[in-house]
DNA sequence: AGATTTCATTCACATTTGTGAAGAAATGAT
DNA sequence: ATCATTTCTTCACAAATGTGAATGAAATCT
């Protein structure tokens, strides 16, 4: 399990003594089967997790019932910053939908591997920017985009979820019915 | 110019030997007229402003014409995050559609301020982390509200904003053409 | 393989939203 | 006060999107 996407990415982007061997102390290695849970809508968030394989969708039931909130795939962090930073309930559930492999670390354990290696906070800092900048974009495309487009966009953006993740989570997540998402896809496929 | 909400508003949640008249030296206090720029697309941002009165735009210029991105207002800072942090030409301008009086701060200034008084970081990361998750919850509502209902979640959230912003630029904002709210508002007013 | 469930498509129709034009109302300038 | 400009409203019509039901395809289970 030393192998991995993550180390690898760590020891890369970290100028430091610590080794493969080191970071892995710090992580933990599971397995999950398709829709075993990271985190229930409700619970407490208390840990973090790299995607080494696989894919796992962000979700909430609201009145209008299930909604899709986002993916992350292979070499993408699972974080639900806002719990996690506030220790709040979760507002959102977090699932596989395929086989998926992560590795996780706990809160507490983040905190120790911030001291021994402080570099890590500017890692960490820099994928929550680039969550707060995603999100970003996503408030302009939802904002001015017609449903066509954004589709277009997702779909140009994200080739392999296409394949990966049944239309209709797509179709939430662009804020659009199935099947209007259907009648916009027969427009592209000739 | 010292007795200022913003130094008020330090000297309480920052516990340090700081006085406002400390706090002074590292802010420029600027008087601008209704339409002034604080920033405009294309250019870089080397600074960061409180609002102590009035109300600014965040808006862009796009192939579908002028696009609201967000309002602020006293009591709220002038943040171009993205581009602040990166020290990245501006995707968008902000502009007073007020009057407005400001504090403005140079990201040099900032950074001896942080030295001096180290709590300011932790201030200035609770800030963009109040930004990220208005980010995220702006998200959800574009995502899952329609245009009616987004502007009455608007209106409940922002009755002042109602009354000092043009509508049309509240339609914008909302990813609505002006006449849709127009036709909106009708049905909430009786 | 067969049965069952899940997912995607299609259709008809309702509802929402966009668009361009016209005019009313409000605002600002002289 | 008068005029000019900006903003808001209204309308008729077009286009986009939602909805419920029906069908068929694909995946999953036993």
């Given at each position: ?24 102390r710090?992580?933990q290695?599971?397995?999950?089967e ?25 979700y ?23 719990s996690f ?31 021994e ?17 995603s ?45 209007s ?10």
């Open positions: 399990m030393i192998e991995t996407t993550l180390f690898n990415l760590l020891k890369k982007e970290i100028p430091s003594e610590f080794e493969i061997e080191d970071f892995a710090f992580f290695y599971k397995k999950l398709k829709d075993e849970y990271f985190i229930r809508q409700g619970e407490l968030c208390r840990s973090v997790a790299f995607i080494e394989k696989g894919i796992v969708l962000y909430k039931i609201a009145d209008i019932g299930q909604v899709i909130c986002d993916f992350a795939k292979e070499g993408e962090w699972i974080t639900q910053y806002e930073v506030n220790q709040d309930l979760s507002p959102i559930s977090i699932k596989t939908i395929e086989p998926t492999e992560i590795l996780v670390i706990s809160f507490d354990k983040l905190q120790q591997l911030y001291e290696v402080p570099t890590v906070m500017l890692l960490a800092r820099k994928i929550i920017e680039k969550a707060f900048f999100s970003l974009s996503r408030n302009d495309e939802l904002q001015n985009l017609r449903a066509n487009e954004r589709y277009i966009k997702f779909a140009q953006d994200n080739p392999e979820l296409v394949q990966r993740i049944p239309q209709y989570y797509i179709a939430s997540y662009l804020g659009v019915a199935p099947q998402l259907s009648r916009i896809r027969k427009k592209f496929i000739y």
